[in-house]
């Protein structure tokens, strides 16, 4: 069964940093495109990071630009996101988004970062 799941995620303390992993089994990501996005409390979810199915071109939202990198290794099957020095306002559920140009796609079921002293 083609399925994606995120990991990495848990409590950290203000200027922090996390590396959430999406790793993905039935299928492989070379040709996928791959999005993280998250869902603050009370908010919409958003999109924080984009990556080509090459993995050679990167795009992240304003609000995480120079803190957060998106990454992929193509051998272990996974895309990371690398976050540093993190806010409270980070706090939200994080997760993966998978998507072929034919139209098969895939949503992680989260993981969850917490920012508090």
């Known amino acids: 069964q083609a399925q994606i799941v995120e990991s990495g995620g848990g409590l950290v303390q203000p200027g922090g940093s996390l590396r959430l992993s999406c790793t993905a089994s039935g299928f492989t990501l070379t040709r996928y495109l791959v999005s993280w996005w998250r869902q603050r409390p009370g908010k919409e979810r958003e999109m924080v990071a984009r990556l080509s199915a090459s993995g050679d071109v990167a795009i992240h939202a304003d609000s995480v630009q120079g803190r957060f990198a998106a990454s992929k290794d193509d051998a272990k099957n996974i895309v990371n996101l690398q976050m540093n020095n993190l806010k409270a306002e980070d706090t939200a559920v994080y997760y993966c988004?998978?998507?072929?140009?034919?139209?098969?796609?895939?949503w992680g079921q989260g993981t969850q970062v917490t920012v508090s002293s």
């Open positions: 988004y998978a998507e072929s140009s034919d139209g098969r796609n895939y």
